[in-house]
């Protein structure tokens, strides 16, 4: 049951579909904790890397519409690199949506810093195919090497809690590639691997520069958030679009470790044909 009170303030509505986006989130809230914030984890459409453009254009567009006939939305962060990639554009043509910060791949920084002129980026199989991906490379990087892979199993290895060892396992086996080619500096280009961040430095050693998205985002969302979606005491929300024990379970988890919602719930979307 949503309150008067919290009908009348106003969002910052967070979008992913899983929990790679609360890195982003929780860094912004380290610059701005004052923030009313939503966060939509959208499990049932879990993952959004293996669906089409068009597929994930209209989620999001649905995602939006449903919850703004129960909130005041006065800024949108696709906090996900696939969802960005793919329908940010679409999203920001749309009528009636509000101003999107998306997320995209740190090439621009990655190829700033390396030595060697060797840069990888490891992000999941729907981003790596997108367009959006080469125009990044051929603005930030044409005069560099750029190594492209994708991984799954690092997104799984993240949403589900792997063991520390399990995890170290999958990451070695997913990104030798970059160690064989030679790169000094690594683009994540997905926000679930931000939580696998200390074991892929540990797997690279000092040589290789790790550069994910999240402080650029969230400094960016600062920047362009409007007064009005700060309060003194600010509500925030967990969604989850299907109601799920285990994944509910999960979040709870995730929430005792980041200490950020002070309220969960599910709600589902309706659907939205762009």
């Known amino acids: 049951m949503i309150t008067k009170e919290t009908k009348e303030r106003e969002f910052i509505l967070f979008i992913d579909s899983g929990i790679g986006g609360l890195s982003i989130l929780k860094y912004f809230l380290s610059l701005k904790q004052n923030a009313n914030v939503i966060y939509f984890a959208d499990n049932y459409n879990f993952p959004y890397g293996v669906k089409s453009e068009g597929d994930i254009a209209e989620i999001l567009l649905s995602i939006y519409f449903t919850l703004k006939d129960e909130f005041k939305i006065s800024l949108i962060a696709i906090a996900c690199n696939t969802a960005s990639v793919n329908a940010i554009d679409i999203l920001r043509s749309a009528n009636g949506v509000p101003q999107i910060v998306g997320t995209v791949p740190a090439i621009k920084t990655a190829a700033s810093l390396t030595k ?6 490891i992000a999941t199989e729907s981003t790596i195919k997108q367009n959006y991906i080469q125009n990044l490379i051929t603005k930030f990087a044409k005069n560099k090497e750029v190594f492209l892979k994708s991984s799954r199993k690092l997104v799984e290895a993240a949403e589900n809690f792997y063991p520390t060892n399990t995890i170290k396992n999958i990451v070695a086996e997913e990104l030798s590639y970059f160690k064989e080619v030679g790169i000094d500096a690594l ?4 926000t679930h691997y931000s939580f696998l961040f200390e074991e ?3 797997f690279f050693g000092p040589n290789v520069r790790i550069i994910d998205s999240r402080e650029g985002v969230a400094k960016r969302i600062n920047s362009i958030a409007p ?3 700060f309060s003194e005491d600010p509500e925030k929300i967990l969604l989850l679009s299907k109601i799920d024990k285990e994944a509910l379970k999960k979040y709870v988890k995730f929430n005792e470790i980041l200490d950020i919602f002070n309220k969960i719930d599910f709600k589902e979307i309706r659907h939205f044909k762009s």
């Open 116 to 121: 060697n002129n060797k840069i990888g980026v």
């Open 187 to 190: 683009a994540l280009g997905c």
């Open 200 to 202: 892929i430095e540990d």
């Open 227 to 229: 007064s009005s979606v």
